[in-house]
């Protein structure tokens, strides 16, 4: 009969305070990342929800605005901070005394593209990656795809936080009107 491996890390947890990172681009922040973040908030002591400078992805909202927008919709969660990841994610985790990272996925893909940056996280230096399912009623929401359809005149209301919405509007150069922006109302006239 075969042995089973000894455990690869023998602690005690229930002694210890456990920081979990949320990272996330946040551009902008939806529902889907609330859901995650207050979970999250749950299993663990401290979450530092960081949010990415990402060179390879152009940004509608500028770091600033995420960070403030992430703010004003977590405040009501306790133990939890909302602060800027300056380079990479292991360094930002060593930094803010965090060995966990929190990644929603809403489906095999996510998994697909998460995993590899797990390992190396875990490669690195030890940062473990657990990995939470999205709720089955937000996992369509993306925030690519919420801009996608504030782009286009849609209302995106119901799928970020509230001041979210009037902050992307505002961010495509149009104003909300009657769930459509302006310059995007013009475009479809």
């Known amino acids: 009969m075969p042995t089973r ?8 947890y229930r002694e210890r305070v456990t920081t979990a990172v949320c990272p996330g681009s946040f551009d902008p922040i939806t529902l ?3 859901d995650i973040i207050a979970r999250a908030s749950r299993l663990f002591d401290e979450v530092v929800v960081g949010v990415a400078q990402n060179s390879t992805k152009a940004a509608l909202l500028d770091a600033q605005q995420r960070v403030d927008l992430a703010r004003d919709a977590l405040a009501h969660l306790d133990g939890v901070r909302v602060e800027v990841v300056p380079g990479l994610l292991v ?3 060593s930094a803010v005394g965090a060995e966990v990272v929190v990644k929603g996925l809403r489906g095999g893909a996510d998994f697909d593209a998460e995993l590899p940056m797990a390992l190396m996280n875990r490669h690195l230096v030890g940062v473990e990656t657990v ?13 690519s795809l919420v801009k996608d359809v504030a782009r286009f005149g849609g209302s995106i209301a119901d799928l ?6 009037s902050a992307v509007h505002e961010a495509l150069g149009g104003t909300v009107a009657r769930g459509r922006t302006s310059a995007s109302k013009e475009q479809h006239e």
């Open 5 to 12: 491996p000894a455990p690869v890390v023998n602690v005690d």
């Open 32 to 34: 889907g990342h609330l």
């Open 91 to 93: 360094d930002f985790c």
């Open 131 to 143: 990995f939470m399912t999205g709720d089955p009623a937000l996992v369509h929401v993306a925030s």
């Open 160 to 165: 970020v936080p509230d001041g979210v919405a």
